[in-house]
């Protein structure tokens, strides 16, 4: 018992911490424990630790791990895509062999197929082309997204590459090239997530949660079954015994077939967590955004609650300057509203928007409008049925 427990604490543990040193810089964990922990292992830890450096050895040892540590950070290497890759083989390598034989027919044909969808959308993900931008192929990307006037504007281009940006493109520093919809940098898959490749993200995101969740049901259904072979009154939801007993029990089991044991347990600990991101990943298609433009919104949601944020209605027959944006997209609606953000609270007197009429100060988000959300479904298929490029 105190084995497994200690086990199960550790797995936790450390589930705990990769979600917070991963995902704790999101806005909505910003004021959260977990955003408080990835501020801690990012920023306090390392600051101490060059302090204590800066005495110790005038700095020698932090100016080297600098170094690996930007190269780690800031360049494209398949280091956590190993890691995912082999905590997946090792798992199935260490729950197969002993569990193959007490599996049915259908549990292995159904497990087999399973087991090998996450490595095929891991390389669909990571070998495809998340939807770069060069000079070449800059006009087919801004036909994607009209300019919404609120978080994207015509004729901004990218320092690096020296392209006009696209609405809802971004440059992305670790992949050093500006993608369309780019919704974030995966480490685990090596690669941006953008317009391209949004869906097998979500496919491998979906994939491996079912996976898991489903070597999770086998592992409790075996050990439960090999229970039930020395205990004839075991039922897997324990009735007839007390919580002590049946903890034992499930304890016994685990370090009897540790090997499906420690498995199970992994799976149980991290199916939460993909299902989680999935959850949120779903979420921002549901609500018409992406990963990157969360950011952009709470930065928009600090400075209309402030009182600084101003809109006024788009003449729906606007002149489009059309060095910097194109005439027409494949997106079936046009931006309505430009928003405007001022240093004085008082309402802008810029004259090179295309805005008509009075300004309005807007309070909070569901005063303006997301021209990107066109509904759940509708969101849903930008996402899964590539529109034909105009
Ligand atoms: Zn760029
Ligand atoms: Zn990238």
Known sequence: MG?????????????????????????????????????????????????IDQALTGGRISTTTKRYAHTL?????????????????????LFLPP?????????????????LLPYLLLYTSAASDPGYITPSNLSPSWTLYPYDFTIYHPGQTCRTCRTLKPARSKHCAI??????????????????VGYNNQHWFLLLLLSTAIL?????????????GEILKNLSSWTITGKGYTWAQYLNIWGWALQEYTRIGAVTLLCLLTAPLVWGLLG?????????????????????????????VFKCSIP???????????RVTSWPAESQQVLERTEDGKPPRKLDVPGVGE???????????????????????????????Q
């Open 3 to 51: 084995l497994v427990r200690k086990i199960a604490i550790a797995i936790l543990l450390i589930s705990f911490f990769t979600f917070a040193a991963f995902f704790g810089r999101l806005p909505a964990l910003r004021n959260t424990p977990i955003g408080f922990l990835y501020r801690v292992l990012w920023i306090h830890i390392p600051r101490g630790l060059t302090r």
């Open 99 to 115: 569990a193959w034989l007490l599996m049915t027919p259908f549990r292995r044909i159904f497990g087999s197929i399973l087991l």
């Open 212 to 224: 898991i969740s489903y070597a999770a049901y086998v592992g409790l259904s075996l050990l439960s």
């Open 73 to 93: 950070w800031n360049d494209r290497h398949p280091l956590v895509m190993i890691f995912f890759i082999l905590l997946l083989s090792i798992s199935e390598l």
């Open 175 to 192: 992949c050093k090239r500006c993608i369309s919809k780019m919704d974030h940098h995966c480490i685990f898959i090596n690669n941006c």
């Open 316 to 326: 729906a027959d606007r002149r489009k300057d059309l060095t910097v944006e194109s």
């Open 359 to 389: 300004w309005e100060r807007v309070w909070t988000l569901a005063d303006i409008e997301n021209l990107y959300d066109l509904g759940f479904l509708d969101n849903l298929k930008d996402v899964f049925l590539r529109r034909k490029e």
């Open 280 to 308: 949120y990943h779903l979420y921002l298609i549901w609500a018409g955004t992406t990963t990157n433009e969360t950011m952009k919104w709470s930065d928009w949601t600090a400075e209309m609650a402030d009182g600084f």
